[in-house]
């Protein structure tokens, strides 16, 4: 058992598996995978059951099949040990492009003598080539073709470009050189860091969430506008945002289900759709009743929004996710600022005297603001999913990575599916409350703020609907540095525990002293700067990519229904005796379970998982890099210009002709 413990702690040091999946990954082979043992009691593959769960998972091509193996027993004696077969898992599953580089030079090394030569690099590339893609007619016949004349043209000439020595082999910094050339080349453009291609892409997807920004917040930023017109009373106004959250706990589990499906951009365009109709209900709502509806509908689409842009970010700014959601958070904090300034402006922009009608009207013209920046969310949609999202990648790519990685599962232990899929860590349920804590100050808490700044505090009307906007531009300025320092840092959970503790030493100096409520503010802006950005991203490292939608889904309604309810609870308690204080106190309970709820996530989930370790770990197997690695990913582009002639042969004299037409 301590030699089985030794081997584990050797691969954690060499892959970027977590210790936990690794001894999953034991007992699962002990199970099912790899039940012979070999003199010394270690679980092995033989070659029999490889070609088996390669046949299962569409690898049944023989030489392919071979070749696999030959990778894989590495040390020539006709069985694969776990110390084998964990490290090229962790190429398939959690491979960065140098990891897919090692595997697939040695992959078209056939002779495995440290080279490829000309005729290598065809063969084993046709081998490649001939993975059925999708079942639809031509499209397979062109995947399963093998290499075609077009095709041994550009392996020919990529072989040339590689070759820097002139010897006619690869060595394996050559063939590395080669193709780390050809992915800088086919980078997509958002991974050149900060450039005016990705400053205009990210304004455009700023305005995703524009019309959500707006609507959420402005029960709060037009809370005395909101009583006149529809004759509310504290708990009305409060039910209203708590209304906002009733429509969310709907939203997210449909929208989650039609991204898994349909992908982040065709779900947006959904869940904007939805806010634009809620909005303009919001707009013409002559009753309370009317105005109660469009805050649900707004709120089934409005809590869609931020998890659908956050995998449209992921996938524009795959090498800079978190900074960049930073600064999505620091540009929905500036909305929820201006929230705060351009909506009572616009409101009193019509208030020339204390007629009714006018009071009324300059409500209404900044409600149906609200409706025209929901149609700019919309047409953002359509622009990017039209110019901007990357191309599908060829089929040939897509059915290759498909099947290595469903190869590399096979022998690992399966992921959920079915029913089991919605089976997510008891840790997970417990963070649903820790992630909605974090929009408790800077959103449910606005709709009864004003009334304790100017009743307690003594403040203007202005500068206490003014607040609230500051706390939002305050904490989203600090989302490009808090989002970074997680992905160092790690230790997320932790984090997100210790920084709910500003909010609830700022709820409790709001309660129980009368200092200043600028010094609760820049508590409440610390707190949500570092929450924002991190808790929802969170997420995915907690259920793993392959089931977000649902776990974005489940928080939609667990979250969601706490949103709904902490504003109701506050609003009949501030209507009671001493109100205000115990309203105050309210929050700071509310914030002080989160920081246990955080603390349990981490205690839960353990040091070693995905949520607690730092980014550089947390790599997985891109198609991207597989069509790099194994030259499936060659156009014209990336090779010499194609020879007129006779179809080119290897020999060297052929070889140098070419290279002097060039």
């Known amino acids: 058992m301590s030699d089985i413990e030794d081997e584990i702690e050797e691969l954690h040091g060499k892959t970027r598996f977590t210790l936990d999946e690794l001894h999953s990954m034991y007992a ?5 995978t790899m039940q012979a043992t070999d003199n010394q009691g270690n679980f092995v593959m033989e070659k029999d059951s490889f070609n088996n769960y390669c046949d299962n998972s569409g690898l049944g091509d023989e030489e392919l099949r071979d070749q696999l193996w030959n990778i894989f027993d590495s040390d020539g004696n006709q069985q694969v040990t776990m110390t084998e077969l964990i490290p ?17 030079f040695d992959f ?38 093998g290499v075609t004349d077009v095709t041994e043209q550009q392996l020919r000439n990529f072989f040339l470009k590689a070759d820097k020595n002139k010897d006619y082999k690869l060595d394996k910094d050559e063939f590395a050189g080669a193709v780390r050339e050809i992915a800088k080349r086919h980078s997509h453009p958002a991974s050149r860091c900060f450039t005016l291609y990705n400053i205009w892409v990210f304004f455009v997807v700023s305005w995703f969430e524009m019309g959500t920004s707006f609507s959420l917040p402005a029960m709060g930023a037009l809370a005395a506008r ?39 951009g065709i779900t947006i365009c959904f869940a904007n759709v939805i806010v634009l109709i809620g909005t303009i209900m919001q707009a013409s709502a002559g009753s309370y009743g009317v105005l109660a509806l469009a805050r649900v509908i707004i709120g089934f689409g409005g809590l ?16 800079h996710f978190m900074l960049i959601a930073g600064l999505r958070n620091t540009v929905q904090s500036a909305s929820g600022f201006l929230t705060f300034i351009i909506l009572p402006a616009i409101a009193n922009s019509i208030e020339n005297d204390q007629n009714e009608d006018n009071y009324d009207d300059g409500t209404t013209l900044a409600l149906w603001f609200i409706a025209m920046l929901g149609v700019a969310s919309l047409l953002s949609n359509f622009v990017i999913l039209k110019f901007y999202m990357p191309e599908e990648k060829p089929d040939k790519i897509k059915a290759l990575g498909t099947k290595l990685r469903a190869f590399a599962l096979t ?52 500068m206490a609907e003014l607040m609230s906007g500051i706390l939002n531009i305050m904490g989203g300025s600090l989302g490009p540095v808090f989002g970074p320092l997680s992905d160092y840092v790690g230790y997320r959970a932790l984090l997100l525990s210790a920084f709910n503790v500003p909010a609830v030493i700022g709820f409790m100096l709001l309660a129980g002293t009368n200092i200043s409520p600028w010094l609760a503010t820049v508590l409440f802006a610390l707190q949500y700067g570092f929450g924002d950005t991190v808790a929802y991203p969170c997420i995915r490292l907690m259920v793993g990519a392959h089931r977000a939608g649902v776990g974005y889904g489940i928080f939609g309604i667990l979250g969601n229904l706490v949103a709904f309810v902490t504003p109701i609870f506050a609003g009949m308690i501030i209507e009671g005796e001493n109100g205000l204080d115990r ?33 550089k770990k947390l790599v997985e197997t891109s198609d991207s890099n597989l069509g790099f690695a194994t030259l499936l990913a060659l156009d014209d582009s990336d090779v010499l210009p194609k020879t007129d002639g006779p179809a080119p042969d290897t020999q060297p004299r052929a070889k140098e002709l070419r290279v002097m037409r060039i």
């Open 28 to 32: 699962y082979a002990k199970q099912s």
């Open 88 to 104: 090229n898992l962790n190429s398939l599953l959690r491979g960065t492009l140098d990891d897919l580089i090692d595997l697939f």
């Open 108 to 145: 078209y090394d056939k002779n495995n003598d440290g080279v490829i030569d000309i005729d290598e690099l065809i063969t084993m590339s046709s081998v490649l080539r001939r993975i059925p893609g999708d079942e639809n007619g031509s499209e397979r016949a062109q995947v399963s073709s």
């Open 226 to 264: 909101m009583k006149f017109r529809f004759d509310l009373t504290e708990t009305e106004l409060g039910s209203l945002v708590g209304l906002y959250y009733l429509g969310a706990c709907l939203g997210p589990i449909i929208g989650g289900m039609m991204m898994d499906k349909k992908g982040p």
């Open 304 to 319: 869609i929004t931020p998890f659908c842009t956050l995998e449209v970010l992921l996938i524009l700014f795959p090498d």
């Open 411 to 462: 022998v690992t232990p399966k992921d959920p599916s079915s029913c089991a899929k919605w089976k997510l860590p008891f840790s997970f349920y417990i963070s649903t409350y820790g992630t909605q804590a974090f929009y408790f100050a800077p959103f449910a808490f606005t709709a009864f703020s004003v009334r304790l700044y100017t009743e307690k505090f003594g403040m203007d009307t202005q």
């Open 583 to 615: 309203m105050s106190w309210y929050w700071a309970g509310l914030m002080g379970l989160a920081v246990i709820a955080w603390l349990l996530v981490h205690f839960l989930m353990g040091s070693d998982s995905p949520l607690e370790l730092p980014e």
